[in-house]
């Protein structure tokens, strides 16, 4: 099964330093991160997306804490995503 996590980041997300520590405790079930980003045009400033393709099954215990634990990020959305 392919489980792919897509973190949008914008101006609402009022820590996004905390999405970094996250992502770094759970390196060991992370295959593969993108990062996308853009300047928009208006005073919204820097966003993004990035893009994880997790290991581990769906129901697994690590990658349900690690949406939990993002989810926990004020302002931040998650999109999942179960091939």
């Known amino acids: 099964m392919i489980n792919i996590l897509a ?3 914008n101006n609402e997300v009022k820590e996004p330093y905390k999405v970094q520590n ?3 405790m759970y390196g060991n079930i992370i295959k593969t991160r993108l990062g996308l980003s853009c300047l928009e045009e ?3 400033g820097l966003r993004g997306i990035i893009v994880l393709e997790i290991l581990c099954d769906k129901d ?3 990658i349900q804490t690690l949406q939990k ?3 926990a990020v004020d302002g931040l959305k998650l999109g999942v995503i179960h091939f």
Do not use: A, K, S, V
């Open 7 to 9: 973190i949008n980041i």
């Open 22 to 24: 996250i992502l770094t």
């Open 42 to 44: 208006d005073e919204t």
């Open 60 to 62: 697994d215990e690590q």
């Open 69 to 71: 634990q993002l989810l």
